[in-house]
């Protein structure tokens, strides 16, 4: 992907799991990357380390994507570091199983804080302060296609991850294409965080090479959609899940 080189990518959450990764495979082809956390100090400065011990470049930025004023000095802080921003990378995320009976308001609020409005902020921002020609890349999830219980919550807030990414590719215009990943299982914490290895076999089992995502597999689709050979992908939800649905 020789045409990421010194292009400016901001991914959110990327102190651990698939944005973690993101950010380094993004640093190695050239690109600057802007390093995004709300709490994981010590997660985030280790991907930094590891992006320089490998003569990349990056800066750390902290911010709650679930707060507007927050995700507007994330955006000013980029600007200011490196004068440009080529590419959103919306991966910010939480997760939480509970069947909608059981489940309770704070974690509504929660999921869909962060999910929902951490995007919406992150787009407003990207509406005018992203290039022309950039990139975005919001985060849903292949449970929007299978109807897990508990996971009722989680999959609508990625539902409207997925139907605001589409209206947001016809409105910004710019040269600037728009596009969800919907991930399948993938180890990281978000994923493996109380499941039983009975629970991690089962779901192994439910695409065709019968393992679970590696956060890899997940960045490489993301170079893909942030490179220019993507440019004519807009307005679509990507799936990376090994044929699970
Ligand atoms: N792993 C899977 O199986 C899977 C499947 C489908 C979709 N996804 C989606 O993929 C994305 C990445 O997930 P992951 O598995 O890599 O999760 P993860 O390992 O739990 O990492 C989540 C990242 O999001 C950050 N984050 C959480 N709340 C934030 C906030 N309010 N503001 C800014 N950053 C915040 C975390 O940083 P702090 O700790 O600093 O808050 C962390 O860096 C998520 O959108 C998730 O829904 C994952």
Redesign the pocket.
Known sequence: MSNLKDKVVLI??????????MAKAFAAVGAKVVI??????T??QAVLTDIEAQGGQAVIVK?????EAEVGALFDQALQTYGRIDVLV??????DTCAIKDSKEAEFDRQF???VK?TFFTLKEAATKLADGGSVIN?????TKVMFPGYGI?SAS?AAVEQMSRVFSKEVGRGISVNS???????????L?GKSEETLARLAASNAFNR??E?ED?TRLGLFLASDDAKWISGQTIAANGAMA
């Open positions: 959110t959450g990327s102190s651990k799991g698939i944005g973690a990764d995004n956390y709300a709490s994981s100090e997660a985030a911010a709650d994507v679930s707060k919306n991966n910010a995320g939480v997760f804080n962060i999910n951490g985060f849903s999830s292949s449970t989680y990625k990943i919907a991930p399948g299982p993938t180890n990281t914490e978000l994923f965080t679970i995502a956060p997940i």
